[in-house]
C-alpha cells in the first residue's frame, strides 16, 4: 500500500489491520462507475503556483530533491503541515477520531470525522482520514467519494494521487493510473516506489499496444 511511507501509518493500521495493510492497495472499487467517477485527468492537476500557501517551500524543496530518503523527510514534513488544521478544536477531534480508530471503535471515529468536516469542510485531512474508515467498513463508494474531496480541497495532495493510481490499476484503467502516477511525480519525483509504479505501468501499456 502505497501510503504506508507517510505519518498516518498507525491510523491506517488501526482501520485495516497489519495485514491488509502490507497486501492491498489503497483502496479497491469494485464499481466501475466509482472509478469513472474519480476524474483524474482533472483533479490529480497540482496547481501552478506552489509557493503560494504554508507548504509552497517544501513542495518547491520536493521537487527538487533528487536523494529517496531526504526527499521522504520533506514528505512528511508536508504531510505534517497538512495535519496541523490550525485550530484546537479541530486538532483536538483529529486526535480523539485517531484513537478512536486505535481502539477500533469506528463509530465514534465516524462521529468525531464528521463533526470536524462540518466544521471545517475545506480541512482535506479530515476526508481522508474518514475514506480510511470507509474504506475499513468495506464501504468503497463512500471512500471513493471522501478521496474525491480530499483532492478537490487539496490537489497537491500525494497520498491521495496514490490512493488514486491504486484504484484505478486495480480495476484495469491503466492508462489512467499511469497519469496520476505521472502527476505524483510531478510532486514528489524522488519517490522511487512510483517510479517503479510508472516504469511497470509502462512496459505494461507498451505490451498491450505491440
Not at 495485514?19 to 474519480?38: E, G, K, R
Not at 492537476?45 to 509552497?56: A, K, M
Not at 524522488?190 to 512496459?203: I, P, T
Request: charged share 25%.
Amino acid at each position: 500500500m502505497r501510503m504506508r511511507q507517510f505519518c498516518f501509518h498507525t491510523f491506517l493500521i488501526a482501520c485495516l489491520g497489519t495485514a491488509a495493510l502490507s497486501a492491498l492497495p489503497a483502496f479497491y472499487v469494485s464499481a466501475a462507475h466509482a472509478a469513472d467517477s474519480a476524474n483524474p485527468a482533472q483533479t490529480a492537476t497540482p496547481p501552478d503556483n506552489l509557493s503560494s500557501d504554508s507548504v509552497g517551500g517544501l513542495f518547491t524543496s520536493l521537487k527538487k530533491e533528487r536523494d529517496a530518503q531526504k526527499a521522504r523527510v520533506i514528505a512528511n514534513e508536508i504531510v505534517g503541515e497538512w495535519t496541523d488544521s490550525g485550530s484546537a478544536t479541530i486538532n483536538l477531534l483529529m486526535k480523539w477520531a485517531e484513537e478512536a480508530a486505535d481502539e477500533k471503535r469506528k463509530a465514534a471515529a465516524y462521529d468525531f470525522l464528521d463533526q470536524t468536516i462540518l466544521l471545517e469542510p475545506d480541512y482535506a485531512e479530515a476526508w481522508y482520514r474518514r475514506a480510511l474508515v470507509h474504506f475499513a467498513d468495506g464501504d468503497t463508494r463512500k471512500a471513493m467519494s471522501d478521496l474525491n474531496q480530499t483532492l478537490e480541497k487539496e490537489p497537491r495532495y500525494f497520498p491521495a494521487l496514490a490512493s488514486l493510481a491504486n484504484i484505478l490499476e486495480s480495476t484495469d484503467r491503466n492508462e489512467l493510473a499511469l497519469k496520476v502516477w505521472e502527476r505524483y511525480l510531478a510532486l514528489y519525483p524522488a519517490d522511487k516506489e512510483a517510479q517503479k509504479e510508472v516504469g511497470d505501468l509502462s512496459e505494461k501499456l507498451a505490451g498491450t499496444r505491440s
